[in-house]
């Protein structure tokens, strides 16, 4: 995986190498490896490079054989050798063994179809010059993120971070109430919200094309749950060919590729099969809190040695999770409501401290099979209701939704600035028409993928903390055949007798029988504790005092008093109050880093560049053009 950025502009006044080294400057983090331009009279692309497939390749952007289409991608096609071979067969000339030469060539003979044929994680803005339009697109489940600013004049931003936005100097960096709001609430805004007045995410499964100044959004895929009345007679067979496609499709690279231990059935899923699949020795990573009542290094030691592999296993102290904090909001760009980001920030760094780049994960299955905790409350509670069909749409996320109270936290003014907005109403009104002919598992695990596996598993959690340090996270589960196959299947399927993810245990039981993962510890860490122990950094009190409270006007300064008094002494037990905590803090903070201080970074150089290209030369990537000029 790599870094994306780039401008488009109505006019024809150019975009300059300088703008577009800023850019990739702020994500270089997620390109060590190399980083290339293309800067022209109306469009200017970026990338910094991360090499886990072609690593003797030229980088990007890429482009076709008369440089008339312009590509800049974070992708992983998994089944690039399909597609190149349908393409050479019709013609097409390839140059590269790069990924995304396949999106160039397919963009050709498919236009916006090509996303139809596309398997695997991606964002990419690319340039047709025929048309003088940009096409702007991301992955099914939003593995890969993407965001955009539509710019005056009628330009475009795009990158794969909002800092790369915030540094090209085009956008200017604004707070928007309703994101914070979603975050506080939801526990990520919901795309295309951000926190950021005037920069967006694109959407899951959306592609954009930018013509005449103009954006034009659409969905190419959609989440749809037609629910069987029983399961097929060979579901077991079903599920292990989809299985064993997928992760032997994740395993495609130039290096190797490891795995995360949690200790639990899906991540024992995914590294028993990577290790029978790999043609490496398979190196795996876990980590764990340091201390005994939240240690779960035995589960993951016991998972990874009935796989087989070489594990690496690591304990964060709990003062570490505070000294780490701010490099974890930087790069998530976003407040947070939890500190689990902050163990993925440290997985991260030990994984690629090891030597890997490239891991596969269990993220995405309990979504996907009803594992989590959430589904066994619906269940129950959904069966004492009187009148199931009266039942508000969300009924299922509702108390996790109110449970921090963060009304009672806010200012006066921050809730007058709200007025009349309800993030909570404005969700249900955006609910599909088919959701409401869903059963009310499915309801919920909507409202999972939408509300949290998309913006917070696969965002903050997920692409940001690993690309932190240069560590791509590939995702088995997420495969889109297997999410038909699943919502396909009656939901008993899946959750049985409250026991989630029935149909992966009973194929595991049978597949995976070396594997007996058990259940880590139940015990939730102790989120706001963490920010409160006498080795604490400073900057915790700083961003909590009443003048920091009140400068940035969000959170009231004698509530949040009330809430530091109760986590300091140990008396905040219950989620809702550690959520509020957590969000109250890292807000503070996130405030700080990108509202309140300047964002400096120093440009790339074009003369160290892997790629040069402009549109007086043939944009041929292959081919390495110093000092083009646009």
Not at 139 to 166: M, N, Q, T, W
Request: hydrophobic share 40%; proline share 6%.
């Amino acid at each position: 995986m790599c870094g994306i950025a780039g401008i488009a502009r109505h006019d024809a006044a150019g975009v300059t190498v300088h703008s577009l080294g800023r850019m990739a400057a702020a994500i270089r983090h997620r390109g060590p490896d190399g980083y290339g331009f293309y800067a022209g009279r109306r469009v200017g692309l970026a990338h910094v490079r991360l090499a886990v497939a072609d690593s003797d390749g030229p980088g990007q952007p890429i482009a076709n054989e008369d440089g008339q289409v312009i590509v800049t991608s974070t992708c992983e096609v998994f089944n690039h050798p399909e597609l190149r071979h349908e393409l050479i067969g019709r013609g097409h000339v390839f140059r590269t063994k790069c990924h995304a030469e396949v999106l160039v060539h397919g963009y050709e003979e498919w236009g916006t179809g090509l996303l139809q044929r596309l398997d695997g994680q991606f964002a990419f803005a690319l340039y047709d010059r025929n048309r003088e339009s940009v096409f702007v697109a991301r992955d099914r489940f939003g593995v890969k993120p993407c965001y955009f600013a539509e710019l005056e004049g009628g330009g475009l931003a795009v990158a794969s971070e909002i800092k790369a936005i915030l540094v090209s100097g085009e956008v200017e960096a604004a707070l928007d109430q309703r994101g914070i709001d979603e975050v506080l609430r939801f526990g990520a805004s919901r795309p295309p919200r951000t926190p950021f007045s005037g920069v967006a995410a694109l959407e899951p499964g959306t592609y954009g094309i930018w013509k005449d100044g103009a954006l034009w959004l659409r969905h190419y895929y959609e989440l749809d749950y037609p629910e069987a009345a029983d399961e097929p007679i060979d579901v077991i067979e079903q599920l292990d060919e989809i299985m064993l496609r997928s992760v032997g499709m994740r395993l495609r690279a130039d290096v190797p590729v490891g795995a995360y231990i949690s200790g639990g059935l899906n991540s024992s899923i995914t590294a028993s099969l990577a290790r029978s699949a790999s043609p490496y020795p398979l190196r795996s990573f876990s980590i764990t809190y340091a201390i005994p009542e939240l240690d779960e290094s035995l589960h993951q030691e016991e998972v990874a040695a009935a796989v087989g592999s070489n594990h690496v296993a690591a304990a964060i102290e709990m003062d570490t999770v505070a000294h780490t904090f701010p490099d974890v909001l930087w790069h998530a760009e976003t407040p947070l409501v939890k500190i689990d980001p902050a163990l993925m920030f440290h997985l991260a760094k030990v994984t690629k401290e090891s030597g890997v780049n490239v891991i596969v994960s269990g993220d995405g299955a309990n979504e996907i099979f009803l594992g989590d905790d959430l589904f066994k409350e619906v269940a129950v509670r959904r069966s004492k209701l009187e009148d199931a069909q009266r039942a508000d749409p969300l009924f299922s996320h509702l108390p996790l939704f109110h449970s921090s109270r963060i009304d009672e936290l806010y200012t006066p003014e921050f809730r007058d600035v709200l007025g009349g907005i309800d993030v909570i109403r404005e969700l249900r009104a955006s609910l599909p028409t088919r959701f409401f002919g869903w059963s009310p598992l499915n309801q919920a695990a909507y409202l999972e993928m939408t509300t949290r596996l998309s913006p917070y598993v696969l965002s903050s959690h997920g692409d940001r903390m690993t690309m932190a340090h240069s560590v791509e996270a590939r995702y088995p589960f997420l495969d889109h055949r297997l999410f038909e196959f699943a919502a396909a299947l009656p939901t008993w399927s899946r959750l049985r007798d409250l026991e989630g993810n029935d149909l992966l245990r009973r194929w595991a039981a049978r597949i995976l029988p070396r594997v007996k993962p058990t259940t880590p510890p139940g015990q939730p860490a102790p989120y706001s504790q963490s920010f409160f122990l006498p080795t604490s950094p400073s900057w915790v009190g700083d961003h909590l005092t009443t003048e920091a409270l009140r400068r940035v006007g969000i959170f009231s300064a004698s509530a949040v008093a009330g809430l530091v008094r109760r986590c300091r002494a140990g008396l905040s037990p219950q989620l809702g109050e550690n959520r509020a905590m957590v969000g109250v803090l890292s807000t503070q903070f996130w405030h700080h880093q990108f509202l309140e201080s300047a964002l400096l970074v120093t440009p790339l150089p074009a003369k160290d560049a892997s790629v040069m290209l402009g549109d007086k030369a043939p944009a041929i990537s292959a081919h390495t053009l110093y000092g083009a000029k646009p």
